[in-house]
């Protein structure tokens, strides 16, 4: 009788599991809004790399979906990936542009303990108190003279009066900082220079003097670690390639390919047909279940 109940449940859970179950919300997606999310980056506690979480996440409004960036200074939309060259982009909320210039309230910084790092962005310290060739960080001085036509171009920013300066304002309340270093707490700290505001301009493409058409944000480039590079070698393409997230169990940190049917795997979704790796799936699933919760 317990022999007969025992092959029953085992072939329940085989039935149940095999079967597509599109009730399964799982935490981790493929996207956030419009961009696309993939390993070692992820939307929720459990997906992606165990390293980049609690830094990236998704926000929780469905309807204005964002993915985010979130340090000890605050959290930073995230406009675009290249997981090509391992760089991200953020748009600080108070990040001036030239269609859009403010104070800063609170500085922008990353924590030491994260994989990002600053890229090659071009900060621009604005509204500082003059001269600004007296600027230093961690005793280094930080304005870039030959560069100094960059203010003047963003000086003709009509949004320059949000600072109390005039249109074409002098040159002597801005510094071109690049490339940017943060100081020892990991911050770009607009108080301790002095400035009232930054904008960072990612690209110029081919307009130096028409800061209108400069492309802004900040860029960050990321590093995934040895296990990180070993998961996406061996596991985590294929796991992608077959339609799957990749993530990772709970507490364990072992790898699970997450697929779209509500079943997780130790390979990738292609294997859900056999009945071999789906009987090793089953403790996966229960551990899916505690990540979804």
């Given at each position: ?76 939309p995230i406009t675009s990936i290249s997981y090509t060259t391992s760089t991200l982009t953020i748009t600080p909320p108070y990040m ?191 551990a899916s279940s505690r990540i979804s919760k």
């Amino acid at each position: 009788m317990g022999s007969s109940l025992s092959l029953f449940t085992l072939l329940f859970f085989l039935l149940l599991i095999s079967c597509p179950t599109s009730s399964l919300d799982s935490p981790c997606h493929s996207t956030c809004g419009s961009i696309q999310v993939k390993y070692p980056f992820g939307t929720g506690n459990g997906c992606g790399s165990s390293r980049f979480h609690p830094y990236i996440t998704c926000s929780p409004d469905k309807d204005q979906e964002q993915l985010l960036l979130t340090t000890h200074t605050g959290s930073y939309p995230i406009t675009s990936i290249s997981y090509t060259t391992s760089t991200l982009t953020i748009t600080p909320p108070y990040m001036s542009t030239c269609t859009s210039m403010q104070p800063s309230p609170t500085n922008l910084g990353l924590d030491w303990a994260s994989p990002f790092q600053l890229g090659p962005s071009t900060f621009l310290l604005l509204s500082c108190k003059p001269p600004t060739s007296s600027l230093t960080v961690n005793s280094y001085p930080v304005c870039d003279a030959s560069s100094s036509h960059l203010c003047a171009s963003f000086h003709s920013c009509p949004s320059i009066t949000s600072f109390g300066l005039p249109l074409f304002a002098p040159i002597d309340t801005c510094c071109v900082y690049a490339p940017a270093n943060f100081n020892g707490k990991g911050e770009l700290d607009l108080k301790g220079l002095k400035c009232d505001g930054y904008a960072s301009v990612v690209s110029f493409a081919d307009y130096p003097t028409e800061p209108a058409r400069w492309v802004y944000g900040v860029e960050l480039k990321y590093s995934g670690g040895a296990f990180d590079e070993y998961y996406m070698d061996n596991k985590c393409t294929s796991c992608e390639t077959s339609g799957g997230v990749c993530g990772y169990s709970i507490p364990s940190e072992s790898f699970v390919c997450l697929c779209n049917n509500g079943v997780n795997t130790t390979t990738d979704c292609y294997n859900l047909n056999n009945n071999d790796q789906i009987l090793a799936n089953i403790n996966w699933d229960s551990a899916s279940s505690r990540i979804s919760k």
